[in-house]
């Protein structure tokens, strides 16, 4: 361990100008002051030790300056894989390239089949000679960590701190030497990028950070923990982060709102009178101000968005469903086999984006993944209701499942982005379309044809070696090139998920259990201290169980982009560890906060509105602000409403808990009977579902639409009652 203190020229962008050390003792002697620098151990256990170090400016003046904390490390190897929760995974060491958003590879030589990872202009280590370091914010991660996988000692180290002290975030950074044989890690207080920091796709903006003036007997404090271990293989990296993601943070104060059934109310009438459009009977993902708020198959809404509205009790929503089926089949598949990209004004249809010529047929292929997923979901919730699918409706379905065949057995690999017209792949070499594989164990069990759980199982095997093995997963987003993203990493693990209960093969198992430690460095682990003159400051929005989006785009989200969460339920149900029940309920129960509604708008927010950002650092809009948009955050939501039980109960375990906006207590256990203290603390009445299983219910495969139709449980508004409930 070593400290510093810098001092910087600000005029110019923070270059360093003078940097005095100390190692061996307490004293830092700058030209101007004398620092006092004191630090105390403790043992948390075998593996880790908490640290408070404290610099004290004893004699003197510094100007434009601030103190660091700093680790070497010798014997360094730039293979060693460095992971910045939600920042950086492998130290986001890959071919990059500086377009401006929304960026589209455009190159030539960048473009193929078997072309490498390619991200964009993010802070990132070097993979070429130059310069090799990463500076950032503390609230630009899930968690204010940084830890890394040593390839030859087979060692994992992690720093785990606070996300601010008196002077606000710290900088967390990792710089490399020249020859990459050492490497530092640090901790700056008060944060100060050097000449440049990051703003959406580009990493060379002038820093606009303000080093301090200290005075005699101004003081800077850190807190922070080491954890050193044994980690012969990189998913021990992770595996490590989700036992200690809440290392030092505060507790989470989770603020009961609104529960879901007033949500879903509020959401089902936004979705009918703002995105329904009646002279063509379909609803638009967004404000049809441009094409892609207009339609898109997959990915922001389209197919995903129509599953929880056809659990609606509403005749009409239901009706204007089904209308949204008749006007995708036919005219909603591409020439290619998949489903048309996206679309506008009711009756064009694009290929891909059609603002860039080299993309105008890329079509993002985890689209089409999304579409076939729910829409079979679809098919099973329309037989339950006495509704039959249409021929054209299951042939066209069918046919997308087919391409995803074709596609496989032709590449290998489904890539990212695939033409529209000839369905070759355009951009490989990504993860994006994680969630195929369960979309085709859907398919195998409805269309009763094993073919498709074959090229299922073969798909996933492809990413689990090429992307989840090695931390790692790409091309989810159609608009951040192939940085690492969240939305593949939860494709993935639902498709593992699932997989393992189709097929009861204990190697998807452990998949889905690494990829569920991987994706829990995407969720906020702590709740963010807004400054109070920010939007989410003067709200007092809580961050736990936010969603980062992915390396370019640096903010949370309200859920997941567009899913449940549902797989860490499936997960729990058949490990038991109550781990991923937890991560589940920070996500769900973070969500409703975000949604503008009567008592509580937001600003430029409509009823029901809810916008996908959640910033906790300086990328774009600014910290703590939103731009006024509906977005896919309010399809996530009403699928968590309508996959997810309100209330789970684990007999086996005896566990109760809520993912539903409410509070819940396990007061007894008797055979198959559950007694339950259940409270609401809203101001809304509660409607919700419970569910209640034992140990031989949970061992069998989740259900697709089991809580369709069960009977919900009716709670007033501050009411607190007491009920008897069995697994039956």
């Given amino acids: 361990m070593r400290f510093a203190v810098q001092q910087y020229d600000h005029l110019l962008c923070n270059k360093l100008i003078n ?32 640290f408070l170090v404290t610099f004290r400016l004893s004699k003197g003046v510094e100007k434009s300056a601030a103190t660091v904390v700093e680790f070497q490390f010798d014997n360094w190897n730039k293979e060693n894989y460095v992971l910045l929760p939600a920042s950086a995974y492998n130290g986001n060491r890959y071919e990059s390239r500086r377009i401006a958003y929304s960026p589209k590879l455009n190159d030539i030589r960048d473009i193929g089949k078997d072309k490498p990872i390619i991200i964009s202009d993010v802070p990132r280590l070097n993979i070429a000679d130059g310069v090799s370091r990463i500076q950032e914010r503390s609230g630009s991660m899930a ?19 606070t996300q601010a002290n008196a002077f606000g975030d710290l900088g967390i950074n990792i710089e490399e030497s020249r020859d990459r044989k050492n490497a530092v890690i640090s901790l700056c207080s008060p944060l100060v990028r050097e000449q440049f920091k990051y703003q959406i796709c580009d990493n060379q903006v002038p820093s606009p950070d303000v080093p301090a003036d200290f005075k005699a007997g101004d003081e800077v404090k850190f807190v922070f923990r080491v954890h050193q271990f044994k980690a012969e293989k990189i998913q021990v990296l992770f595996d490590k982060y989700f036992q200690i993601r809440k290392d030092l943070c505060p507790p989470s104060v989770f603020v009961p709102q609104i529960p879901f059934s007033a949500c879903y109310n509020i959401l089902e009438k936004k979705f009918n009178s703002y995105n329904f459009v009646p002279e063509w009977g379909y609803y638009s993902v967004g404000g049809r101000n441009m094409f892609l708020q207009d339609w898109q198959i997959g990915w922001t809404g389209g197919m995903i968005s129509t599953y929880p509205l056809l659990f609606s ?26 489903f048309w990209d996206s679309g506008e004004k009711g009756n064009k249809w694009y290929g891909g984006d059609i603002r860039k010529p080299q993309a105008k047929n890329w079509h993002l292929i985890r689209k089409s993944a999304d579409a076939l997923y729910y829409i079979i979901k679809q098919f099973d919730l329309m037989k339950i209701q006495g509704t039959t699918p249409k021929p054209s409706w299951e042939n066209g379905t069918r046919g997308v499942a087919d391409a995803f065949v074709k596609l496989l057995k032709n590449n290998g690999q489904f890539g990212q982005f695939v033409d529209s017209q000839t369905g070759e792949i355009a951009v490989g070499g990504s993860s994006g379309a994680g969630v195929a ?10 269309y009763n044809d094993k073919s498709y759980l074959d090229i299922a199982c073969q798909s996933a095997q492809y ?3 090429n992307y989840t093995a090695k931390g790692i997963s790409t091309g989810g987003p159609g608009d951040a090139l192939q940085n ?9 693990l639902e498709s593992y998920a699932v997989l393992f209960e189709v097929t009861k093969d204990k190697k998807w198992l452990t998949y889905a259990t690494e990829t569920a430690a991987q994706l829990s460095t995407w969720v906020m682990s702590y709740d963010y201290v807004f400054p109070k003159s920010t939007l989410f400051g003067q709200m007092d929005m809580k961050t736990t169980g936010a969603v980062f989006a992915n390396t370019q785009n640096k903010h949370g989200s309200p859920g997941i ?20 029940l937890n991560l589940l309920k920070e996500i769900t129960q973070s969500i409703p906060q975000y949604m503008s509604r009567p008592d509580r708008p937001i600003k430029g927010m409509p009823d029901g509105w809810i916008n996908e950002r959640v910033s906790t650092t300086d990328w774009y809009e600014g910290i703590g602000e939103i731009f006024p948009g509906s977005t896919w955050a309010e399809t996530s939501l009403l699928l968590s409403i309508t996959e997810l039980p309100g209330i789970y109960v684990d007999l086996e375990q005896k566990k109760a808990i809520a993912f539903d906006q409410l509070e819940v207590e396990l007061l007894s256990v008797k055979g198959n009977l559950a007694k339950l203290r259940i409270k609401n603390p809203t101001k809304f009445v509660a409607q919700t579902t419970i569910l209640v299983e034992n140990k031989q219910q ?14 919900k449980q009716l709670i007033k508004a501050n009411e607190t009652i007491v009920i008897i409930l069995s697994t039956k």
């Fill in 484 to 492: 690492p993203d969240s939305e593949s990493w939860y494709g993935l």
């Fill in 19 to 50: 940097r005095t050390t100390s190692e061996n003792s307490n004293i830092i002697q700058t030209q101007t002051g004398t620092w006092e620098i004191s630090k105390t151990e403790k043992q948390i256990d075998a593996e880790t030790s908490e």
């Fill in 143 to 161: 968690s204010p960590a940084i830890g890394f996988q040593s390839v030859d000692a087979k060692t994992g180290f992690f720093l785990t701190t």
């Fill in 313 to 338: 009790a509403n005749e009409q929503t239901r009706k204007n469903v089904i209308a949204n089926f008749d006007w995708l089949f036919p005219n909603g598949i591409s020439p290619s086999g998949f």
């Fill in 698 to 711: 949970k061992s069998q495969a989740w259900t697709e639409n089991v809580l369709f139709g069960k009977q």
């Fill in 437 to 446: 594989p369960a979309a085709l164990a859907l398919a195998s069990k409805y």
């Fill in 463 to 465: 990413m689990y070696d």
């Fill in 561 to 580: 982009c567009t899913h449940s969460g549902i797989a860490l339920l499936r997960l729990y149900r058949a490990t038991s560890n109550v781990q991923y």
